[in-house]
Structures are given as structure tokens and as C-alpha cells.
């Protein structure tokens, strides 16, 4: 199928899996975040980690929420905009990175030409 159709419909899939119609954009998002990390760097694992990391931060936001009143957050259900700009633009930063880094990925053979002499 390629590699956006994949990317696409396993990142449906996860977005689905977490079963909450609210959270489905940012999690089809974060599943395509995590996809394009995989073909990129040719391993699951940095998508296990960030993975990992995105629940952690969401965790602890919940669970602390007294440190962040102390760190100037006010009574809201939301982040202040300037921690969600300043959220997205490290998030941005480490897509350029992955973007423009050389890949890690390993072709299969048979696309050059290593299997045709069995």
C-alpha cells in the first residue's frame, strides 16, 4: 500500500483502540506522529518511548495540578496558550530533526537487486 496509507490506517487503528470519539483527532495525530517515527528510524522502540513520555506528561499534569497553579497555570481544564506554543514548537524542532536526519531504516533486499541471484 506505501508508506502514508500504512501510516494512516494504523494510526485510525490507534486512534480507535482508545476508544473516546473526544480524544480521537489528537490521537489519530499522535498515531501518525508515532508512525512516521517508525518507518523514519526503522525501529518501534523510539515510538514505545515517546509514547510512553506523552502518557507520563498527560499523567502528571493531572495528578499535579497544584504545582501547575504554582507555576502560573490558572483554574482552567486547558494549558495556557504559551505552554501549548512553546510545547509545539519543541515538538516542531524534533520533526525537522527526525526530517532531515539520515534514516535508519533498512531497505528490503529484493529492491536492490540482492535477491535476484537466488
Known sequence: MGQWPAIGISALLFALAHASIYRLLPTLVLGILLGYIVWRTGSIFCSIVLHAVNNGLVASLLH?????????????????WDWTLAGAAVLLSGLLILRFAPACRKEAPERFGASEGL
Open 64 to 80: 499535579f495540578d497544584s504545582t501547575l497553579r504554582t507555576l502560573g497555570a490558572q483554574e482552567t481544564a486547558y494549558l495556557p
